[in-house]
């Protein structure tokens, strides 16, 4: 198990996969720095308070299957997804007033919950618990969520959930939006809140690059910002570098246009970012117990550490007397000592399909990188290795061009039978981009992403899927369920109350008296204070 630092990103464990996506570990470092050298800034404001701190949360939907009941890989996945959607916020320059630019906005992870088991339906059937194995669409599902938060919607700047629903109508997130630190709930629900399902309509995990643009455009609401328009300015085509990560149809991820905000955007982010929920990144020292090595802690192994039960790293997040590493957090560690030169540390997979199986040193707790597999051997669907990373059709043939020509992905949609082919397009000069071609033999298979919509039988195009935003008008609660809401939260969630002030920390609940009780990974801060005068009615 990789380590997690506040300053860095590092890959997915290999034993966690993402289907329907071939291993391309370029996909990961094209978030790492977006907006390298696209310009010059005119006044930016490196905001103190710069840190957006993060509840996120993943149901029993989301543990059982694609977590695949460990624990480890659930909180990897969920910071990774997190600290890769935090590096794209902070090299974003936000717009304020008066030509002001806002730098280094971001998110971090401030405590992780995981439901091991689904939690029992409610006794008096009015409200039904957003964890309970139901299937929810992902409306009924934020509304779940958002009540469930509500007595500790002030802990943290924000609240995600995520799961994996498979909406009917194939609608990936949802989100309240403009709400960015207004912490209190209203009619008993929760507003800082959204949710991520990483499980498209027909059932299937939906790539690594859509989920983790499905986060951020679900934050982007929460942040302040609508859709884009449908203008060439913030919503050009894939000629242009295709759509921004708030274009209201999910996007592939693949596209450059993919990874970053519009202008619309950034100036709709700007005029939120003075928040008074924020932390100041430089002032935080150690979440001990969040499961991420951060700076100043040697270890830290979530709410085994917290509660003395791990083996390596003590409660406050430093190694115990007879260890020199720790296996929560690294790699190489067996039993607080370095591995030996036996154990086989990274398989070939999703990340490392093109590279040999590593093993231990012996001497570190780090995994080396195996050798390359030779140049032009398959690694995925229509994708073959090229010096060690996955490469697909359009990046293959750039790299094959003798003429030093750049073809970038785009979408067919001129021709409705191409719409699921790997197409390319020659984008050597950005001012004349060439036509949109097939690149590839076979066409993409089912489940992949095509002009918004889902590839089925390798050529039609089912419905589309989308990331729908605002739920204050949405959600309309008549008088009566207003006071309902507000009155009996106490009384019909109290378990789950009294499981999220600390009373019970377990991970595999045994008895059925404790399946409603969340594992947590809890930092040791204090809740954030807002001043009466920021809190603004949202219904």
């Not at 409705?416 to 097939?438: I, V």
């Not at 195009?461 to 369920?481: C, F, G, K, P, T």
């Not at 378990?495 to 008895?511: F, V």
């Amino acid at each position: 198990m990789v380590a997690y630092r506040l300053s860095d990103v590092t890959d997915l464990p290999n034993k966690f996969k993402f289907c329907n996506a071939p291993g391309n570990q370029e996909e990961f470092r094209l978030l790492q720095d977006p907006f390298r050298g696209q310009f010059q800034p005119l006044r930016n404001k490196r905001s103190t308070k710069d840190t957006c701190v993060i509840n996120a949360v993943a149901d029993a939907n989301t543990f059982n299957k694609r977590c695949m009941r460990d624990n480890m890989v659930c909180s990897s996945m969920m910071i990774n997804i997190v600290q890769l959607t935090d590096v794209l916020y902070r090299n974003s320059r936000f717009e304020g007033n008066l030509g002001t630019y806002y730098t280094g906005i971001g998110l971090q992870v401030g405590k992780l919950t995981l439901y091991t088991e689904h939690t029992p339906g409610s006794k008096n059937g009015f409200y039904r618990h957003f964890n309970e194995n139901y299937r929810f669409d992902a409306a009924k599902k934020l509304q779940s969520f958002a009540r469930a938060i509500a007595l500790g919607a002030n802990t943290y700047c924000l609240h995600h959930l995520f799961t994996d629903v498979s909406d009917s109508s194939g609608i990936l997130g949802r989100a309240f939006t403009s709400v960015l630190c207004r912490v209190h709930s209203v009619a008993g629900l929760a507003h800082n809140t959204g949710i991520s399902s990483g499980t498209n309509k027909l059932g299937q995990f939906v790539p690594s690059l859509r989920y983790i643009s499905v986060v951020a455009h679900e934050i982007g609401h929460n942040f302040g910002t609508g859709h884009d328009p449908d203008t060439s300015e913030c919503a050009p085509n894939d000629e242009h570098g295709g759509k921004f990560i708030m274009w209201p149809i999910a996007v592939p991820g693949s596209h450059p246009n993919n990874r970053y905000f519009s202008n619309c955007s950034l100036r709709q982010i700007g005029r939120h970012i003075p928040a008074s929920c924020f932390k100041d990144r430089s002032k935080i020292v150690g979440f001990c117990g969040n499961g991420i090595v951060d700076d100043g802690e040697q270890c830290d192994a979530g709410s085994f550490g917290l509660n003395n039960q791990d083996k390596c790293c003590t409660g406050g997040c430093t190694f115990r007397k007879f260890a020199n590493c720790s296996d929560a957090n690294d790699e190489c560690c067996t039993n607080c000592t370095f591995s030996d030169s036996s154990k086989v540390c990274r398989d070939p997979g999703y990340l490392y399909s093109c590279l040999q199986r590593s093993y231990c040193t012996g001497t570190s707790t780090v995994c080396p990188l195996g050798k390359q597999v030779p140049d032009g051997e398959k690694c995925g669907h229509q994708h073959v290795c090229s010096m060690g990373e996955c490469v697909g059709p359009c990046k293959n043939a750039t790299i094959k061009s003798t003429t030093g020509k750049i073809y970038l992905p785009c979408s067919c949609t001129k021709n409705s039978m191409q719409m699921c082919n790997y197409c390319c397009l020659d984008a050597t000069d950005p001012s004349k981009p060439g036509e949109c071609q097939n690149f590839a033999p076979e066409p993409k298979p089912d489940g992949s992403p095509c002009d918004g919509g889902l590839c089925e039988n390798n050529q039609e195009r089912v419905e589309r899927e989308s990331m729908a935003e605002n739920l204050l008008h949405e959600i309309q609660l008549d008088e009566l369920r207003r006071r309902w809401a507000v009155n009996n939260w106490l009384s019909s969630d109290s378990t789950i109350a009294k499981s999220q002030s600390g009373t019970s920390l377990k991970l595999l609940p045994s008895s059925s008296a404790d399946r409603n009780k969340p594992t947590f990974l809890e930092s040791k801060t204090p809740p954030f204070t807002t001043p009466a005068s920021s809190l603004q009615s949202v219904l």
